[in-house]
């Protein structure tokens, strides 16, 4: 909205208005000038970003481009946040994750910003009879804490209640989670347990527990899985149905069993589309809670969690960026809780600097940055209102289809909700291999001579259900093979690079070949001849003109002296004697791996 200044001025007055058409046609000529003789809304489509789901980003919004009325913080359909005053009173809930009980971490933790705990329970993180001496020196009637155990929630739960108890807290003063999730914990491991004890905490939270809440709906494993923000979407609203007829099937109304829950969301480094899924999320459970005849519990309380997705294990210091975008926008989309997970999440159990790191990434955003004091800040754009909009149609039309196929756990259990969560990822994973979606310090400007960050291991992850993929698994399997001849042998495959003409004709694509033959492992050489470097295989990179001139001339000399495979650096040509070409948009990992096949290495 422009405020005009007290005298009146309006600075843009005296010129005419411009419109979309006009726009249009400018964008055409811009267009015709690379080769694209396109008009009118096609001109607009050619500068448009595919998305998943079937959405598309496009270069220009308007007001043209309206949405429904999001209304107003905490008021349905609770689009700029579930409660009135946000997280504009002391900033979002930093919440941190631990699975171990033994270093001290916890309380470091709380003694310098977090706010709240995420426990890891049981077999896969700390033990149920060591959960008292995880939370010493806690002081529980101020530090929510909020449990993970999988199967072993009834037991975590009531040993949780019993330290309250034994501890003096008052059961009004308990505050967090006990994290009963029969269904998310059925995706992660494929085994299925009964919901009757958790509806049963449910009910005594309700009864004598108002601070606390005894499910937790996690979207999480969907997302780990490689599923899309819509995908995402609806399994949640797919598993908070499930459980709100679980539990009013035992009695409770509508509003009770709302408030028993709270959702899990993965926040990413695409910052608007986190913000508008966080956004559509809370429209959608919304919409479910009207349908149910409550509209006033509408109100989803959200817990966001950096993405385990986009973590790397190699050059991790990235993630640092990767976890301050991603928190960045789970704040700005009116997240309750946000959980950033430390850089070295991937490489095993977090280190003291790591975890300092992760806490303080809240911080500073909140104490320096301000971010909290303005509620939903996105609210308004023209382009985040018209994402959450479609956002939210596509996360609704996914759950309708899992209810069409009898509700999560039948979609969970026939393998469906699998494959189409496979699928989604199996387009993801060719963008990825085509280095379409980049990832810094992986597939773009990827380092050899990285030294190794090694970490204690993790207690092992719950498995046995959906995979859990990351966006590098396919270069890191790459870099783990050059790793192993590394080992063996001394030295890492290589490749000479053979720079035709001067500088200015070959660095471009000398240095993309570069970047692209590292991102697998194999070690470029620049210096000396072929014969000097060691490599057997070749890559030749220069400029359009000069391949013309002396391409086809070097493969041959370069096939004398012993090279057994010659690659061009460029679009696919017409050249005698080269084997192959490397260019942008090219499968990488499928060139790297059978270069690797070649070399020989195992």
């Given at each position: 909205?422009?405020?005009?200044?007290?005298?009146?001025?309006?600075?843009?007055?005296?010129?005419?208005?411009?419109?979309?058409?006009?726009?249009?046609?400018?964008?055409?000529?811009?267009?015709?000038?690379?080769?694209?003789?396109?008009?009118?809304?096609?001109?607009?489509?050619?500068?448009?970003?595919?998305?998943?789901?079937?959405?598309?980003?496009?270069?220009?919004?308007?007001?043209?481009?309206?949405?429904?009325?999001?209304?107003?913080?905490?008021?349905?359909?609770?689009?700029?946040?579930?409660?009135?005053?946000?997280?504009?009173?002391?900033?979002?809930?930093?919440?941190?994750?631990?699975?171990?009980?033994?270093?001290?971490?916890?309380?470091?933790?709380?003694?310098?910003?977090?706010?709240?705990?995420?426990?890891?329970?049981?077999?896969?993180?700390?033990?149920?009879?060591?959960?008292?001496?995880?939370?010493?020196?806690?002081?529980?009637?101020?530090?929510?804490?909020?449990?993970?155990?999988?199967?072993?929630?009834?037991?975590?739960?009531?040993?949780?209640?019993?330290?309250?108890?034994?501890?003096?807290?008052?059961?009004?003063?308990?505050?967090?989670?006990?994290?009963?999730?029969?269904?998310?914990?059925?995706?992660?491991?494929?085994?299925?347990?009964?919901?009757?004890?958790?509806?049963?905490?449910?009910?005594?939270?309700?009864?004598?527990?108002?601070?606390?809440?005894?499910?937790?709906?996690?979207?999480?494993?969907?997302?780990?899985?490689?599923?899309?923000?819509?995908?995402?979407?609806?399994?949640?609203?797919?598993?908070?149905?499930?459980?709100?007829?679980?539990?009013?099937?035992?009695?409770?109304?509508?509003?009770?069993?709302?408030?028993?829950?709270?959702?899990?969301?993965?926040?990413?480094?695409?910052?608007?589309?986190?913000?508008?899924?966080?956004?559509?999320?809370?429209?959608?459970?919304?919409?479910?809670?009207?349908?149910?005849?409550?509209?006033?519990?509408?109100?989803?309380?959200?817990?966001?969690?950096?993405?385990?997705?986009?973590?790397?294990?190699?050059?991790?210091?990235?993630?640092?960026?990767?976890?301050?975008?991603?928190?960045?926008?789970?704040?700005?989309?009116?997240?309750?809780?946000?959980?950033?997970?430390?850089?070295?999440?991937?490489?095993?159990?977090?280190?003291?600097?790591?975890?300092?790191?992760?806490?303080?990434?809240?911080?500073?955003?909140?104490?320096?940055?301000?971010?909290?004091?303005?509620?939903?800040?996105?609210?308004?754009?023209?382009?985040?209102?018209?994402?959450?909009?479609?956002?939210?149609?596509?996360?609704?039309?996914?759950?309708?289809?899992?209810?069409?196929?009898?509700?999560?756990?039948?979609?969970?259990?026939?393998?469906?909700?699998?494959?189409?969560?496979?699928?989604?990822?199996?387009?993801?994973?060719?963008?990825?291999?085509?280095?379409?979606?980049?990832?810094?310090?992986?597939?773009?400007?990827?380092?050899?001579?990285?030294?190794?960050?090694?970490?204690?291991?993790?207690?092992?992850?719950?498995?046995?259900?959906?995979?859990?993929?990351?966006r590098d698994e396919a270069y890191e399997a790459l870099r783990a093979r050059s790793d192993a001849?590394?080992?063996?042998?001394?030295?890492?495959?290589?490749?000479?690079?053979?720079?035709?003409?001067?500088?200015?004709?070959?660095?471009?694509?000398?240095?993309?070949?570069?970047?692209?033959?590292?991102?697998?492992?194999?070690?470029?050489?620049?210096?000396?001849?072929?014969?000097?470097?060691?490599?057997?295989?070749?890559?030749?990179?220069?400029?359009?003109?000069?391949?013309?001139?002396?391409?086809?001339?070097?493969?041959?000399?370069?096939?004398?002296?012993?090279?057994?495979?010659?690659?061009?650096?460029?679009?696919?040509?017409?050249?005698?004697?080269?084997?192959?070409?490397?260019?942008?948009?090219?499968?990488?990992?499928?060139?790297?791996?059978?270069?690797?096949?070649?070399?020989?290495?195992?």
């Amino acid at each position: 909205m422009t405020v005009l200044p007290d005298d009146g001025l309006e600075l843009a007055g005296e010129f005419p208005d411009v419109t979309h058409e006009q726009w249009q046609h400018l964008v055409a000529g811009v267009l015709r000038k690379a080769g694209k003789d396109v008009e009118g809304d096609a001109a607009e489509e050619a500068l448009s970003t595919a998305l998943e789901d079937g959405l598309r980003t496009r270069p220009l919004y308007t007001a043209r481009d309206g949405a429904p009325e999001p209304g107003l913080p905490g008021f349905a359909p609770f689009v700029r946040g579930g409660r009135p005053e946000g997280n504009t009173v002391g900033g979002w809930d930093v919440r941190q994750r631990h699975s171990t009980a033994d270093d001290g971490a916890v309380l470091a933790d709380l003694e310098n910003g977090v706010t709240s705990l995420w426990l890891t329970v049981g077999e896969n993180g700390i033990p149920v009879s060591s959960l008292g001496r995880a939370l010493d020196g806690v002081l529980l009637d101020l530090a929510p804490v909020v449990l993970d155990a999988g199967a072993d929630v009834e037991a975590a739960a009531e040993e949780l209640l019993r330290l309250y108890a034994e501890r003096g807290v008052a059961p009004e003063a308990a505050r967090g989670n006990l994290g009963a999730d029969p269904l998310g914990h059925e995706a992660r491991t494929g085994q299925a347990f009964d919901v009757a004890p958790a509806a049963g905490l449910a009910r005594r939270c309700a009864e004598e527990h108002p601070g606390l809440r005894a499910f937790t709906v996690d979207a999480l494993p969907y997302h780990e899985a490689g599923g899309s923000a819509a995908q995402e979407l609806g399994c949640s609203l797919a598993t908070g149905v499930a459980y709100l007829r679980t539990l009013t099937e035992t009695g409770m109304g509508v509003e009770q069993a709302c408030a028993q829950l709270e959702f899990r969301y993965a926040a990413t480094a695409d910052q608007f589309l986190t913000i508008a899924k966080l956004r559509a999320a809370r429209r959608l459970w919304a919409r479910v809670a009207e349908v149910c005849g409550a509209p006033a519990a509408g109100g989803q309380t959200q817990h966001a969690v950096t993405s385990p997705v986009m973590m790397t294990r190699r050059d991790p210091w990235v993630n640092m960026l990767r976890t301050t975008v991603a928190t960045l926008a789970a704040g700005a989309g009116g997240a309750d809780s946000v959980t950033v997970l430390p850089f070295d999440e991937a490489l095993g159990l977090p280190d003291a600097f790591a975890r300092r790191i992760a806490r303080n990434t809240s911080t500073i955003l909140i104490e320096e940055s301000h971010l909290s004091r303005v509620i939903d800040p996105a609210g308004g754009s023209w382009y985040v209102e018209r994402l959450t909009d479609e956002l939210a149609h596509a996360g609704w039309e996914f759950f309708q289809r899992i209810e069409e196929r009898g509700g999560q756990a039948a979609a969970l259990r026939s393998g469906w909700l699998g494959q189409e969560l496979a699928d989604t990822w199996r387009a993801r994973a060719a963008g990825l291999a085509k280095r379409r979606e980049p990832v810094t310090g992986v597939s773009e400007f990827p380092f050899l001579a990285e030294k190794p960050v090694v970490r204690d291991a993790a207690p092992q992850q719950r498995s046995g259900g959906l995979p859990r993929v990351r966006r590098d698994e396919a270069y890191e399997a790459l870099r783990a093979r050059s790793d192993a001849h590394l080992a063996a042998t001394g030295s890492r495959p290589r490749i000479f690079l053979a720079a035709i003409g001067p500088a200015a004709a070959h660095t471009a694509r000398l240095t993309f070949a570069s970047n692209l033959f590292q991102a697998g492992g194999v070690e470029p050489v620049t210096e000396g001849t072929f014969a000097e470097s060691g490599a057997t295989e070749v890559c030749l990179c220069s400029s359009d003109a000069l391949y013309e001139e002396r391409a086809e001339e070097l493969a041959a000399e370069l096939r004398a002296a012993g090279a057994a495979h010659v690659f061009l650096a460029g679009r696919p040509g017409q050249h005698a004697g080269v084997d192959g070409y490397v260019f942008a948009g090219c499968d990488a990992v499928s060139v790297l791996s059978s270069t690797l096949d070649r070399m020989g290495v195992s």
